[in-house]
Antibody
Framework: QVQLVQSGSELKKPGASVKVSCKAS????????MNWVRQAPGQGLEWMGW????????TYAQGFTGRFVFSLDTSVSTAYLQISSLKAEDTAVYYC??????????????????WGKGTTVTVSS | SYELTQPPSVSVSPGQTARITCSGD??????AYWYQQKPGQAPVLVIY???ERPSGIPERFSGSSSGTTVTLTISGVQAEDEADYYC????????????FGTGTKVTVL
């Protein structure tokens, strides 16, 4: 079955870096782009951006440029999220989610059909 | 930036119908999608393209659209439906591909 398996929880100090992985199985990895979504404690969902799994080209949403990097290793069907210079406000659950597309009369509409279970990143001194 | 507005909470008795609204100016031009998130779990897609139900989602979940408001309806609510629900769409220009609603907590009394 289609699934996204994410790496385990991380506890980091301010200023450090973290790399979260998302391993896909049950489908052809390069046939679907991958999103990243953040959920701060007690808050809603926030789209961080997506990465084209064919070209490796990332697109970052507003507010997620600079310290956030999306990358891939297609040989192991895995997407990565790296966050550098961690701050306390980066404490959150980070989800990867597969991009699904609806095409209607040459217009494209995007949503997320499969989600990983999430990776908790805690930033604390 | 574009916003999708949902009521913070909806309370419903078991067996009754819960309706969750989501309002946004671009909704007449963009499809809406709905996700269910139970405590400590990842979101799950329950409705796509305004009213389509993914395989494995119970028939009691349905979606509709009218103008600038979309609605998720849960008919015959069960205790297991208690969760947060988020709508998602895009802005009219396509600049922001994914915008999430503010979220609605459904409580089954």
């Amino acid at each position: 079955q289609v699934q996204l398996v994410q790496s385990g929880s991380e506890l980091k100090k301010p200023g450090a870096s973290v790399k979260v992985s998302c391993k896909a199985s049950g489908y052809t990895f390069t046939s679907y782009a991958m999103n990243w979504v953040r959920q701060a404690p007690g808050q809603g969902l926030e789209w961080m951006g997506w990465i084209n799994t064919n070209t490796g080209n990332p697109t970052y949403a507003q507010g997620f440029t600079g310290r956030f990097v999306f990358s891939l290793d297609t040989s192991v069907s895995t997407a990565y999220l790296q966050i550098s210079s961690l701050k306390a406000e980066d404490t959150a659950v980070y989800y990867c989610a597969r991009v699904a597309i609806v095409v209607v009369r040459w217009s494209y509409y995007y949503y997320m059909d499969v989600w990983g279970k999430g990776t908790t990143v805690t930033v604390s001194s | 930036s574009y916003e999708l507005t949902q009521p913070p909470s909806v309370s419903v008795s078991p067996g009754q119908t819960a309706r969750i609204t989501c309002s946004g100016d671009a909704l007449p031009k963009q499809y809406a999608y709905w996700y269910q998130q139970k405590p400590g779990q990842a979101p799950v897609l329950v409705i796509y393209k305004d009213s389509e139900r993914p395989s494995g989602i119970p028939e009691r979940f349905s979606g509709s659209s009218s103008g600038t408001t979309v609605t998720l309806t849960i008919s015959g609510v069960q205790a297991e439906d208690e969760a947060d629900y988020y709508c998602q769409s895009a802005d009219s220009s396509g600049t922001s591909l994914y915008v999430f609603g503010t979220g609605t907590k459904v409580t089954v009394l």
